[in-house]
């Protein structure tokens, strides 16, 4: 029983700081700073820690996971590491793949920052990219709560 609050627990707190995050926080960045280079820089560290946070969480879950679903059915217990896997798999491919190349094109482009450089639409490109992986990342957050 207490670990299944724990999972619950690790879950509702992997989701809330996505959502937080991603849909709170960078938004209230780039609508109060007028300077949109420092709203990035500071909505870049948080996604940063939000990845490591993310890592984290689906390291728990996995543990708990592992000894804490006896009552489980195999079915569900394939469906919450599908979850899991996927949701890691986000953090992953953004925050390793397509960050990199996108932090690269703020590097380049120097002190007017990115959106102002011929990196412009390939960074744009990237960030739309980025944008849907973390909106499946935060769909699939939902399903993982409701599955616990």
Do not use: N
């Not at 482009?109 to 990342?137: N, T, W």
């Amino acid at each position: 029983m207490m670990l299944a609050k724990v999972r619950l627990l690790v879950a509702v707190v992997w989701a809330g700081s996505l959502w937080t995050v991603g849909y709170l926080v960078a938004p209230t960045l780039f609508a109060t700073l007028s300077d949109r280079v420092l709203a990035g820089t500071i909505a870049g560290s948080m996604f940063h820690m939000e990845a490591l946070l993310s890592l984290g969480c689906a390291a728990a879950l996995l543990l708990l996971l592992r000894v804490g679903t006896d009552g489980w059915t195999a079915q569900r217990r394939r469906t919450v590491l599908a979850l899991i896997a996927a949701m890691a798999l986000c953090t992953v491919v953004s925050h390793f793949g397509l960050q990199p190349m996108m932090a690269e094109l703020k590097a380049a482009a120097g002190p007017d920052g990115v959106m102002a450089s011929a990196g412009k639409e390939r960074f744009g490109m990237l960030h739309g990219i980025s944008s849907m992986i973390y909106l499946v990342q935060s769909v699939l957050a939902g399903w993982l709560i409701l599955k616990q």
